[in-house]
């Protein structure tokens, strides 16, 4: 029979049944416990079982003694384990690795072809024989590659003009090849020959910025292996060469490119065809595609870019930097010293753990270091102790990879986790210790159906267990608070660590929880009950750390924390608003000479809203008085139904609601208007109105009858007069009407007809 028991790793577990082992209520965890207790309680050896750990190896072949040939090497050991781990409780096993002399390696030369590099790709054309002979001296079996890279061909990073995009370089430079992001130029070969002339073919090309599509490059030369042609068994390199920092995720929206690298190779005709449309990949992106292809890259740069590249090798396990002469002659030596480095160190490391499972490695080797969650050694036969452990139960296998960097060879892992206790149960279905009400399963009673208990001794009869149980929980809550068993519908509480037990009607309650002060539970001034402190009658406080006293609460007039608070501690506990130390101050407090102004009217000089009823409304003014001038200092001032100023002090007794006042007895009124004045004013205005009026009349008039005349004498002189006696008897008849032009009305040149 087996029991799942989630067991911490020192702890054991006790099958036995005797009588004695466990009480009547007390939990089964008791029969959990380290093995000195369960001896110690009773439980003999036989009856302690504890799951181990399980280490199964199921493939170790030896590893490769000789030089590399074509079959397939051997250079770590074991390939697979299987592991059963007890959930906490770890287990460490060895790994050896050696590297077989002479294995493959495949360099790819990556380049940057911008303009600044044009002497450096002079250089590279001149070293081929140099580099091949160099790699012999690694490898008899060594290929090189060759690529090369610009940045995206859109704007802000190249020039986008047709001319431009032809021909990016400066007008001078006869050979010039059009812009582009990544080139696969020549894949993993052999033949010098074709390394050389492949090169021979290269042209430089240029853009806008300095920083350069580096990252893009590597991006695609690590995904995309079948087109560079990296072989399985090998040791992948890949070099760098550029003199110019590199854009990263990010950058591509100043282009208004949206879209995350997805880490996918697009290769069509050797170029990289979604340069344009996919943003730049990130440093860790970068770094997991080159881990995950047991790729190891080497950044020769100049001078100038050191530590930017260093910086980036920080981020890139397995990674070296050298730094170029002005014209790149020495990669040739920079690529040798960083293989060297590179195929020196070891360094083992897992990919990624299932959850709750941790990995570490002690390096068997002088300098090793700590163990860590990577082992480092300086050697090319090396040994690591290898520590695996889980932290919870696993419900499935799982599995994972173990390996060094850059290197092909992998152990795979396998791990359950052994979180099931194998008991040896006895065979009766009615055993003694059940009180033949049931069969032991792992130490503990299983019973038969109508009857429930620890020890099946509960007949529970026409009632269902569930009716039961839920005698034992408080609202529909856990089952006797989880602090005790449910017994025939009543709760057989627990003891506790320190020999008391908790109780109540639902094992809610317990004397050892109570709040500590100096220590001590309830500060060893009371009691704790139900955890809560019973003070004794000189202390108070949550954990009776408080002598009663108010000393400190008292005002200088004798009331504690001025009627305002209550005295916790010997301090003051103010209502909101009241500020300590003797709750006199209320800030946040409505001002009394606006909230008390109404009351103020009517008690001094009876009107106002609250006059009919001013005793009863205005009850919080106990005590105020009628004045003929005021103390010193600003008073409150209000205006009555009467439009009058209302002068007053006021001051707030204690308790929250209780004032004196002070009401100055004359009020400031305003002086009504002289009723007489206004008529006779409003009638002289009157008349001085009109009176202008007639002067404006009458003058308009007489401008009227002046511009008449000298209407009428301006056309009189016009008139040319004939001597004749018409002449004279007109003037005469003019005397004898004695008529003056400026009565004349209706003239008319020639005969005048009145």
Not at 40 to 60: A, F, H, W, Y
Request: overall charge neutral; proline content about 5%; charged content about 25%.
């Amino acid at each position: 029979m087996a029991l799942r028991h989630h067991l911490q790793i020192s702890f054991y577990l006790c099958l036995s049944h005797s009588q004695n082992f466990t009480n009547p209520g007390e939990q089964e965890a008791a029969r959990c416990d380290t093995r000195a207790q369960l001896e110690k309680r009773g439980c003999i050896e036989k009856d302690i079982i504890s799951p181990q750990n399980n280490l199964t190896v199921t493939k170790n072949t030896p590893l490769s003694t000789n030089a590399f040939v074509k079959d397939e090497p051997i250079q770590l050991r074991p390939q697979e384990v299987n592991l059963e781990l007890r959930p906490g409780l770890p287990r460490t096993f060895r790994l050896d690795f050696r590297r077989v002399e002479g294995y493959p390696v495949d360099l790819y030369y990556l380049m940057d072809l911008s303009y600044s590099m044009e002497d450096d790709l002079r250089s590279i054309k001149t070293l081929g024989n140099e580099l091949f002979k160099a790699l012999q001296g690694i490898t008899k079996q060594g290929r090189i590659g060759f690529g090369s890279f610009v940045d995206k061909t859109v704007l802000p990073f190249t020039n986008t003009n047709p001319e431009k995009l032809k021909k990016p370089c400066a007008e001078k430079e006869q050979f010039c090849q059009p812009a582009f992001g990544y080139r696969h130029v020549l894949s993993m070969t052999e033949n010098k020959a074709d390394f050389n002339r492949e090169v021979d073919k290269q042209r430089i090309s240029g853009n806008l910025d300095s920083p350069e599509g580096t990252l893009d490059a590597i991006m695609q030369a690590a995904v995309c292996g079948d087109r560079i042609g990296w072989r399985n068994s090998s040791t992948r390199l890949i070099v760098l060469s550029t003199d110019d920092g590199f854009h990263m995720a990010g950058d591509g929206k100043l282009a208004g490119i949206l879209e995350p690298n997805d880490e996918r190779c697009y290769m069509d005709n050797q170029l990289y065809t979604k340069s344009n449309d996919m943003d730049y990949p990130s440093v860790g992106q970068v770094a997991s595609q080159l881990e995950k292809n047991n790729i190891q890259p080497i950044f020769a740069v100049t001078k100038s870019m050191e530590n930017v590249y260093r910086e980036l090798s920080r981020m890139i396990p397995k990674s070296e930097v050298g730094v170029l002469s002005e014209d790149s002659k020495n990669v040739v030596e920079l690529i040798q010293a960083a293989y060297n480095r590179l195929s020196s160190k070891v360094t083992v490391t897992h990919d990624a753990l299932p959850d709750n499972v941790r990995v570490t490695y002690t390096p068997l080797c002088p300098g090793g270091g700590p163990a860590g969650d990577k082992g480092v050694c300086d050697n090319v036969k090396v040994s690591f102790n290898v520590t695996v452990t889980a932290d919870e139960c696993i419900d499935r296998e799982v599995s994972f990879l173990i390996g060094p960097l850059g290197i092909k060879d992998k152990m795979k892992v396998s791990l359950s986790t052994h979180c099931e206790c194998e008991c040896d149960d006895p065979k009766e279905k009615n055993h003694t210790y059940c009180n033949n009400k049931g069969k032991v399963n792992c130490g503990m009673c299983s019973c038969k159906a109508g009857f429930v208990g620890q020890r099946c001794e509960c007949s529970i009869g026409e009632k269902d267990e569930s009716s039961l149980r839920a005698a034992c929980r408080k609202d529909n809550g856990t089952e006797c608070e989880g602090r005790g068993d449910c017994v025939c519908g009543i709760c057989q509480c627990y003891a506790l660590q320190g020999g008391s037990t908790y109780y109540g009607t639902h094992c809610e309650c317990e004397n050892e929880s109570c709040e500590k002060f100096q220590n001590k539970l309830c500060g060893g001034n009371g009691k704790c009950r139900c955890k809560n402190c019973d003070c004794s009658p000189e202390y108070e406080g949550t954990a009776c750390q408080c002598k009663k006293s108010d000393e400190q609460c008292r005002t200088p007039s004798g009331s504690v924390c001025s009627g305002r608070g209550t005295c916790q501690c010997n301090q003051c506990k103010c209502m909101e608003g009241y500020q300590r130390p003797y709750c006199l101050t209320c800030p946040a407090c409505q001002i009394p000479c606006i909230t008390k102004g109404k009351c103020i009217e009517c008690l001094g000089f009876a009107t106002g809203p609250f006059s009919k009823n001013c005793s009863q409304t205005c009850k919080s003014i106990n005590d105020f008085e009628i004045v003929e001038t005021l103390p010193p200092g600003k008073p409150c001032d209000v205006r009555d139904v009467e439009n009058c100023r209302v002068f007053f002090t006021i001051k707030q007794l204690d308790g929250e609601d209780n004032y004196s006042a002070q009401i100055l007895k004359t009020r400031e009124c305003p002086e009504l208007p002289n009723i007489y004045a206004i008529i006779g004013g409003a009638i002289a205005a009157v008349a001085l109105i009109g009176l202008v009026i007639l002067l404006i009349i009458k003058g308009f008039l007489y401008w009227r009858d002046v511009k008449e005349f000298r209407r009428f004498e301006n056309e009189k002189k016009k008139e040319k007069w004939t001597p004749t006696a018409g002449s004279n008897n007109q003037s005469m008849y003019d005397k004898k009407l004695n008529v003056h032009p400026l009565e004349c009305r209706g003239l008319s040149l020639g005969n005048a007809d009145v």
